[in-house]
């Protein structure tokens, strides 16, 4: 073997591909050509050849891709062999030699079926990254490459299949030294790519029954108007709560700077015509506070209920007010029978959405009538103040006269 041309050529092929190939061609590069170089010269040690194939073989091993930098690489075997035969020729490479070159780097060509020895070991050393065991990192290049060039736009999914198919079916080594070399690993990197496939599909599957079971579903609607009914309903009491503390509050602070301010005052007589004022004042001001009182007052329920009460369906097993006072065995059991049955479930929500909806109405309706007294209140003890002040001092005035 010539290794000063083998050397040259490797320079020469080096500096083709990388000045030569576009940014794209993640996989088709100098890397994969180094890949195939290096598989030709183990299976070339393997097998029983003579000088002048083993020669041909790794010069065709350099040459197998150099059509990539010709026309984006279509029909790149047959510019391949040309780029070589060029090459070759201007450097007097005997002519038989070229030829076999060039029918090697064809033979490259997917789905050529070899002829002889030396053409079943470039294809074995072509694909040899088919029993690597980086494969599913070399193969994942090959896809983004595709897409790159808008060749194929296979995703993660349909590019496994693809991969599965061909290593199963379309493509086998045909020496004897590839199959102990890469035989095993390649088998493995089917199962493993069968495993991911399995995976996949059933996580696609579970997707899809949760989606459809999301969409389709009637039960989860009517499990989610329950919820932001309830949430709604749970909400709107804390806010008729609160409105009822704000007024408890106000008037609290009402009664306690009448009680110091203006009643130790009303000992004096010049000081008389503030007490109906201030009565009235005050008597609003009570009658509020004994509304908010009541709207925020809690009931006090039996907290029992009987088994006859759960086969019946009679009792809301979600209200707290039914069982505060049950045992903890009945209520468990109880809720047993409660979960047991989907009608009897949505009829215990929907009597408690019910009963709380009574409770919002009463809260509201008191809390509407506590306001319009507190507010009739301030506006009846303005004015009885103002009246009051003034025939105050239309009494005043007189007496001033008379005196």
């Not at 150099?66 to 090459?87: F, L, P, Q, R, W």
């Not at 050393?125 to 897409?147: C, N, P, V």
């Not at 495993?195 to 999301?214: F, G, M, P, Q, T």
């Not at 389709?216 to 503390?245: W, Y």
Request: with cysteine; charged share 25%; glycine share 4%.
């Amino acid at each position: 073997m010539n290794q000063q041309l083998i050397d040259n050529i490797s320079n020469y092929v080096t500096d083709l591909l990388t000045k030569g190939l576009d940014e794209t061609f993640l996989y088709h590069n100098l890397r994969h050509t180094h890949q195939v170089v290096k598989g030709t010269k183990v299976l070339i040690e393997k097998c029983e050849i003579n000088d002048k194939e083993r020669e041909s073989l790794v010069i065709a091993a350099w040459f197998h891709d150099t059509g990539y930098t010709v026309d984006g690489g279509k029909n790149h075997e047959e510019e391949s062999s040309k780029i070589a035969k060029a090459y070759l020729t201007e450097h007097n490479h005997p002519e038989d030699q070229v030829e076999l070159i060039c029918s090697l780097i064809l033979a490259t060509k997917f789905g050529h079926e070899p002829k002889n020895l030396p053409e079943m070991i470039i294809r074995d050393a072509d694909t040899s990254h088919f029993g690597e065991e980086s494969y599913l990192e070399t193969t994942e290049l090959l896809r983004k490459e595709l897409i790159l060039r808008d060749i194929k736009k296979l995703s993660i999914e349909e590019w496994r299949t693809v991969n599965i198919k061909m290593l199963s079916s379309k493509h086998r080594f045909y020496t004897n030294c590839a199959i102990d070399l890469w035989q095993e690993q390649k088998d493995k990197n089917i199962q493993s790519l069968i495993k991911k496939e399995k995976k996949a599909k059933k996580r696609a599957k579970k997707e899809k029954l949760k989606v459809k079971y999301k969409n389709e579903s009637p039960e989860r609607g009517v499990q989610t108007m329950f919820r932001v009914a309830l949430k709604n309903h749970m909400e709107l009491s804390a806010i008729a709560d609160s409105k009822a503390n704000i007024l408890l509050s106000v008037n609290a602070i009402i009664i306690s700077l009448a009680l110091s301010s203006i009643f130790p005052k009303l000992d004096n007589p010049y000081n008389r015509y503030l007490v109906i004022p201030t009565g009235i004042f005050l008597l609003f001001s009570v009658i509020s506070m004994i509304l908010s009182v009541l709207a925020t007052r809690p009931n006090v329920t039996q907290g029992e209920f009987s088994k006859e009460d759960v086969t019946n369906k009679k009792v809301n097993l979600l209200f707290f007010g039914n069982f505060h006072k049950m045992k903890l065995n009945d209520y468990e059991w109880a809720v047993g029978e409660l979960v047991k049955d989907k009608d009897y479930l949505y009829t215990s929500l929907t009597r408690d959405l019910y009963y709380l909806g009574l409770v919002l109405h009463k809260k509201y309706k008191i809390l509407r009538l506590t306001y319009t007294i507190f507010m009739i209140g301030i506006v009846i003890s303005v004015i009885a103040f103002g009246v009051a002040y003034n025939l105050y001092g239309n009494i005043r005035e007189l007496s001033d006269l008379a005196n």
